[in-house]
């Protein structure tokens, strides 16, 4: 346990339907990232928060996809109108802030979003 | 990030150790060699990372190229709980860099046999 927890840690969706998915990091941890990982390739990233602030998107985060930390602790990813495309892990990761030497990640167990 | 290279899968028997190549010739001054690995039905953990000089910590070593072109990830004695993809990463540490997200690959599948 990296002290980083998910929720849910499976979800299934029909086509169409929005989820939405929770990631803790460790608390003192201002660095937020999430992460896309399909069957057979290592983990993509997505997007990355510094306290509340988004600071980075990457192409791979559609129109569909919105992610918040609202008061810089926990985070949410939303997916609308799911596809089935998006099944997927989806990872979340926690790191110190810069400064306080390199910045490891801490990964959390990830959810499985299966889109039906 | 710039890019590395390592092989798909590697096999080798328990209490053995294992040595686990990556190749990145493209690196540049600022960029620090970093390995993680993840266990099947997990996220990924760090295990190792390392500038110039060898590193040891309690999981693995990291032998460095003189040329910092190539580095190895060493697993001294390695268990089934070794079984993993190892994933070679680098990763910019110069001014402004550091903030973005790992650029991983493929990795190396480790496997072990009892």
């Known amino acids: 346990d990296t002290g980083v927890s998910q929720d849910p840690r499976h979800k299934i969706t029909k086509r169409g339907q929005n989820v939405t998915f929770r990631c803790d990091p460790i608390?003192?941890?201002?660095?937020l990232y999430w992460y896309r990982q399909t069957l057979g390739q290592g983990p993509e990233f997505l997007t990355y928060?510094?306290?509340?602030?988004?600071?980075?998107k990457s192409r791979l985060l559609s129109d569909r996809f919105s992610a918040e930390r609202p008061k810089g602790s926990f985070s949410t990813l939303e997916i609308q109108r799911t596809e089935q495309g998006d099944s997927a892990m989806y990872l979340c990761?926690?790191?110190?802030?810069?400064?306080?030497?390199?910045?490891?990640?801490?990964f959390g167990p990830g959810t499985r979003l299966t889109v039906l | 990030d710039a890019k590395t290279t390592q092989p798909n899968s590697m096999e080798s028997n328990e209490e053995e150790p294992v040595h686990l190549p990556c190749n990145h010739s493209?690196?540049?001054?600022?960029?620090?060699i970093h390995w993680y690995r993840q266990l099947p039905s997990q996220g990924p953990e760090y295990v190792i990372h390392?500038?110039?000089s060898n590193v040891n910590n309690r999981m693995a070593s990291l032998a460095i190229a003189e040329d910092r072109k190539s580095s190895t990830l060493i697993l001294h004695r390695a268990t089934l709980r070794d079984a993993a993809v190892y994933y070679c990463?680098?990763?910019?540490?110069?001014?402004?860099?550091?903030?973005?997200?790992?650029?991983f690959g493929k990795g190396t599948h480790l496997i072990i046999q009892p």
């Open positions: 990463i680098l990763r910019d540490h110069g001014s402004g860099g550091g903030a973005d997200g790992l650029t």
């Open positions: 928060f510094q306290n509340e602030a988004q600071l980075e």
């Open positions: 390392g500038l110039t």
């Open positions: 990761a926690s790191s110190k802030p810069r400064g306080q030497g390199i910045d490891t990640q801490y």
């Open positions: 608390s003192e941890h201002n660095r």
């Open positions: 493209t690196i540049s001054g600022t960029d620090y």
